[in-house]
């Protein structure tokens, strides 16, 4: 699992390139070698969506569990959802 590549000339992206295709909605990555734009597939929108979901979901209630604090597991779910953004770039796929 590694950074993705663009679909035409399949020069591989740079991290900061899809992180900011990524935090601005999916927007679509130019290549900086051919200059074509690469959309985010679908279903790499519905794995970032689950991931994410699935992610807070276990580390909310985790720390419910260990410790019924709510300011506490909002603050956790909020580092672990940033952190799972810097992740991201590498499970997303383009078409
Ligand atoms: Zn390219």
Same mark, same amino acid.
């Given at each position: 699992?590694? *950074?993705?590549?663009c679909? /035409?000339?399949? $020069?591989?992206?740079?991290?900061? *390139?899809?992180?900011h =295709?990524?935090? +601005?909605a &999916? /927007?679509p990555?130019?290549?900086? %070698?051919?200059l074509?734009? %690469?959309?985010?597939?679908?279903?790499?929108?519905f *794995?970032?969506?689950?991931l994410?979901?699935?992610?807070l &979901? $276990?580390v909310g209630?985790?720390?419910?569990?260990? =410790?019924?604090? *709510?300011? =506490?597991?909002l603050i956790?779910?909020?580092i672990?959802?940033?952190?799972?953004?810097?992740?991201?770039? +590498?499970?997303?796929?383009?078409?």
């Amino acid at each position: 699992m590694g *950074l993705p590549k663009c679909v /035409h000339c399949h $020069t591989k992206f740079r991290w900061k *390139l899809i992180f900011h =295709s990524f935090v +601005f909605a &999916y /927007h679509p990555v130019k290549c900086e %070698n051919c200059l074509k734009e %690469n959309k985010v597939k679908l279903s790499s929108r519905f *794995l970032v969506a689950f991931l994410l979901v699935f992610i807070l &979901y $276990t580390v909310g209630f985790s720390s419910m569990a260990l =410790s019924p604090d *709510l300011m =506490s597991t909002l603050i956790i779910m909020m580092i672990t959802g940033g952190l799972f953004l810097f992740v991201c770039p +590498f499970i997303v796929r383009y078409r």
